[in-house]
């Protein structure tokens, strides 16, 4: 017995692909484009609406995830920084690290002026370069 969507789903599916871009085409891992990769993410989270909205700790997670079943070492990082102006307040930041530095940032200095809390994969080094506060 075939099923068809109510029109409500079939609505919401075609919502869906207005807001998703399509995905790049399938590449062998070792093929990847990050660059591209992080493009790509970067404009499916600038469209999603509310809670699902573009974030960098979400842009990070999203590339982690992607980036470490394709095979690639990178590590995520999150850090806070104490912000100065009306009052003194607490700002967060996620990023990822390959190699020692800042991979896919948009501006990798954003990165460095947090103090990490936190990495995974969970350390058993120290942690990279582009994980530790540059002193000031």
């Known amino acids: 017995m075939t099923r068809r969507l109510s029109v409500t789903w079939r609505l919401r599916a075609a919502g869906v692909a207005l807001v998703v871009p399509p995905l790049p085409r399938a590449v062998p891992a070792r093929e990847l484009d990050a660059a591209a990769l992080a493009r790509w993410v970067d404009a499916v989270l ?4 509310g809670p699902w909205h573009h974030t960098c700790l979400k842009r990070s ?3 982690y995830h992607l980036l470490h079943a394709a095979g690639r070492p990178v590590e995520l990082c999150i850090g806070v920084r104490r912000t100065k102006g009306s009052g003194e307040t607490l700002a967060a930041h996620a990023w990822l690290v390959r190699d020692g530095t800042p991979y896919l940032e948009p501006d990798p200095g954003v990165s460095l002026a947090h103090t990490m809390i936190a990495r995974f994969p969970e350390p058993h080094t120290a ?4 994980c530790i506060p540059q002193s000031s």
């Open 46 to 49: 600038r469209r999603l609406p």
């Open 61 to 63: 997670v999203v590339l």
């Open 127 to 130: 942690p990279s370069v582009a």
